[in-house]
């Protein structure tokens, strides 16, 4: 079946700009997660979704970051006025289910972000 | 905070060689801990994952080892080959408290094996 999809697969932009970048989570998976990869790092945890609704939001950097899943499915995350520091790899991965036990993340292979 | 630290940051081995990664965490409510492996362009796999409640774990060629006192566990891949040439990632989690939902990783090693 169909993994984790992200778009774009690359997005150069101009400091100060917006970006949005979008997750396709496997058909099904209810629990969803934004994680940020520098270069030479591990990935870091940004946000978890729960169904619609966010449930950690803790990794969040500042207030220009945001994401919505508004139907439970597809996830965007939203960058305002860019800065070069945001430039990484941003990564989505989704889980079948959330519990008390711990439920494999299936990750997609990411959108790089360069801030020019 | 680094909670998981990952050591080293890159190693060679040649073919049919053993490779060993090590990794140590701070946060004594980590339960789970998953080894994930990432290819270039790629996003990570999961590859191995252990419990604390058992010392050691294998499947193939991939072996976890926890020491649970000393907050310690690492990864061996044994008869290492040029395929698993990647940077691996360990990585901990904690099913309770306000940390639910998030993986903490590690640094990442870069493994090379020479054929």
């Known amino acids: 079946g169909a993994g984790v999809s992200q778009t774009p697969s690359n997005k150069v932009t101009e400091k100060g700009k917006y970006v949005e970048l979008r997750c396709d989570p496997i058909?099904?998976?209810?629990?969803l997660y934004w994680y940020r990869q520098s270069l030479g790092q591990g990935p870091e945890f940004l946000i978890y979704?729960?169904?619609?609704?966010?449930?950690?939001d803790s990794g969040l950097p500042n207030d220009r970051f945001f994401a919505v899943r508004p139907e439970g499915s597809v996830s965007t995350l939203k960058i305002q006025r860019t800065e070069r520091g945001d430039s990484a790899v941003y990564l989505c991965a989704s889980s079948p289910m959330s519990s008390s036990s711990y439920n494999e993340q299936f990750f997609g292979p990411g959108t790089r972000l360069t801030v020019l | 905070q680094q909670q998981v630290k990952q050591s080293p940051q890159s190693l060679i081995v040649q073919k049919g060689g053993i490779s060993i990664i090590n990794c140590a965490y701070e946060?004594?409510?980590?339960?789970?801990f998953p080894w994930y492996q990432q290819f270039p362009g790629k996003g990570p796999a999961l590859l191995i994952a252990i419990r604390p409640d058992v010392s050691e774990k294998k499947e193939g060629r991939f072996t976890i080892s926890f020491n649970k006192s000393a907050k310690q566990f690492s990864l061996h891949i044994m008869d290492s080959q040029p395929g698993d040439s990647a940077t691996y990632f360990c990585a901990a989690f904690n099913a309770g408290g306000t940390s639910y939902g998030k993986l903490t990783f590690g640094q990442g090693t870069i493994l090379t094996v020479h054929p």
């Open positions: 058909s099904g998976h209810t629990a």
């Open positions: 946060n004594t409510a980590f339960d789970y």
């Open positions: 979704f729960q169904g619609t609704g966010a449930a950690d």
